[in-house]
């Protein structure tokens, strides 16, 4: 089959790219070795789609290449999304920090964009997996001109030839969405670079032993700011029986470096120094006093873990002196503790590192060496902070491939 498109991939930023391609008039073939259309979609936002972030700007993204992202961002906005869904009649509502999320779930997206690439003319083979590519370079036909490169792909469900070819395959997040590193199997067979991967928007573990007086707390969720280097965030934490989640410790996960210390302010609203100064004659416990801003539970193990790092003891707070208080204050304000790793990808919600963006084109996702050959979306060395960022990269990126094929 002939085409002037292929996609490989049907996830949210192949989806954009291949109706835009078509609404272009140019014939766009749709290639994905998933049973599901649009598995990541479908569980996003807890079953309603965090689709985009009001605030998105390039500094909600990390990339060894911060400003690659600009170009792509600044042509398809969150306002352009919104456009759609209004065209649809899909009704939207705005959670917390500009995070946008579907009234109804997240089906009506998924039905949205395969609406859209069927009107404008998209084959879409499902079930399809992808065996060899082979590339044509351009080559001189001895009159001066250079004929058209050209991609072959053969698959389970035939041959495919085109002029282009966007990966659009993902990372290796929730690997039961059918996540695969196949977009990084072709950077290497064209020699494209790949920025180093990790898991990102992922909660952390801790060592079983270390963390064994924390785990009986379960479910104990503190509003804090996590700081790690010059990126903090406020939002809430989670305990776990493994170690830390929630969205303060979801964002921070896809900057830490392992082995490095995470800097906790477990009470980012008090002046502590002040209100222990103030307490020099009470003869309340520690943790007692605590428990104003903590469960008692919490409380009492952090009072007992302390003691174990300082050999400050858990005392009536009249017992401390100026040296302790200071010692306390700054526990509070600025708790270290040293992640032993992440639950990995299974439990990430998108891949850190990708595709180097120094090999694209900002403005059309084009690697520079490699004619005709695109890469969007996840698979890209762009990550979005948690709160919709990531779907508007897809949007963005999608928009920017598909105007370009």
Not at 13 to 21: E, H, I, K, S, V
Not at 77 to 91: C, E, M, S, V, Y
Not at 392 to 397: D, I, K, L, M, N
Request: with cysteine.
């Amino acid at each position: 089959m002939k085409t002037d498109v292929i996609i490989i991939g049907s996830g949210a930023a192949g989806m954009m790219c291949a109706l835009q391609a078509g609404q272009r008039g140019r014939s766009v073939v749709l290639l994905d070795h998933a049973k599901k259309l649009a598995e990541k979609i479908r569980i996003s936002g807890g079953g309603h789609c965090n689709f985009t972030n009001l605030n998105t700007k390039p500094g909600n993204f990390i990339s060894s290449n911060p400003d690659f992202c600009r170009s792509a961002l600044a042509r398809y906005t969150p306002q352009d999304f919104i456009a759609l869904l209004q065209k649809h009649n899909i009704g939207y509502h705005e959670k917390t920090l500009g995070q946008l999320f579907c009234d109804d779930e997240s089906d009506v997206i998924i039905a949205m964009l395969r609406g859209e690439c069927e009107a404008a003319g998209v084959k879409r083979f499902m079930s399809c997996e992808i065996g060899e590519i082979i590339y044509s370079p351009p080559t001189d036909n001895g009159q001066g001109k250079k004929e058209q490169h050209k991609f072959h792909v053969s698959t389970s469900r035939g041959e495919f030839n085109s002029s282009s070819l966007v990966i659009a395959t993902g990372g290796l997040s929730i690997p039961n969405t059918g996540a695969t590193p196949f977009g990084y199997h072709v950077a290497e067979q064209f020699a494209i670079p790949i920025a180093k991967l990790k898991p990102g928007l992922v909660p952390l573990s801790f060592a079983p032993d270390d963390w064994k007086p924390y785990a009986d707390l379960t479910g104990v969720s503190l509003d804090v700011v996590v700081s790690f280097g010059k990126q903090s965030f406020r939002e809430n934490m989670l305990v776990t029986h493994r170690g830390l989640s929630g969205p303060a410790i979801l964002q921070i996960s896809s900057y830490w470096q392992h082995g490095q210390p995470l800097h906790i302010n477990l009470l980012p609203d008090c002046d502590m120094a002040a209100l222990l100064d103030e307490q020099k004659g009470s003869k309340k416990l520690l943790s007692n006093y605590l428990v104003q801003w903590f469960s008692k539970s919490f409380a009492d193990v952090w009072c007992a873990q302390m003691a174990e790092r300082t050999q400050i003891e858990n005392k009536p707070l009249n017992q401390y002196n100026d040296k302790q208080r200071k010692e306390i204050t700054m526990q509070l304000h600025d708790w270290q503790i040293i992640p032993s790793g992440t639950l990995g990808y299974t439990k990430a919600e998108v891949t850190c590192g990708g595709i180097d963006t120094r090999a694209l084109s900002s403005k059309t996702m084009e690697c520079i060496d490699v004619p005709g050959l695109f890469f969007i979306g996840e698979v890209v060395d762009v990550t979005g902070q948690l709160g919709g960022y990531n779907f508007q990269w897809a949007w963005a990126s999608g928009y920017a491939a598909g105007q370009a094929v």
